[in-house]
C-alpha cells in the first residue's frame, strides 16, 4: 500500500487516468474528487462489501440462481459509479 500525504485541493494521479484529489478536510471527515473515465468503474469500498455479502447470501439460499443475482448487481452497480 502507498501512502501519501495531501494538502487541501492536492491530488495524485494514477495511471495517467485517473485523478484523486483531496477537496476539503473538516475534522474526522475528508471529501475527496475522482475524475476517471467512464470505463473505470469506481465504487465505494463498504458498498462493494454489502454487495458482496448479500450475494454470497443469495448463493446459499437459491444455489445457482445467486450467480445470475451477482451479475445483475453488477450490472447495475457499474451504471450507479459515474454521474
Known amino acids: 500500500m502507498l501512502i501519501l500525504t495531501r494538502k487541501a485541493e492536492q491530488g495524485i494521479v494514477i495511471d495517467g487516468k485517473v485523478i484523486v484529489r483531496l477537496l476539503s478536510i473538516d475534522g474526522e471527515r475528508v471529501k475527496i474528487g475522482i ?14 462489501v454489502e454487495v ?4 454470497q447470501a443469495a448463493r446459499v439460499q437459491s444455489g445457482t440462481q445467486g450467480g445470475r443475482l ?3 448487481l453488477t450490472r447495475a452497480l457499474k451504471g450507479l459509479d459515474r454521474p
Open 35 to 48: 475524475d476517471a473515465p467512464r470505463s473505470v468503474s469506481v465504487l465505494r469500498e463498504e458498498l462493494l
Open 52 to 55: 458482496a455479502g448479500e450475494n
Open 70 to 72: 451477482h451479475d445483475g
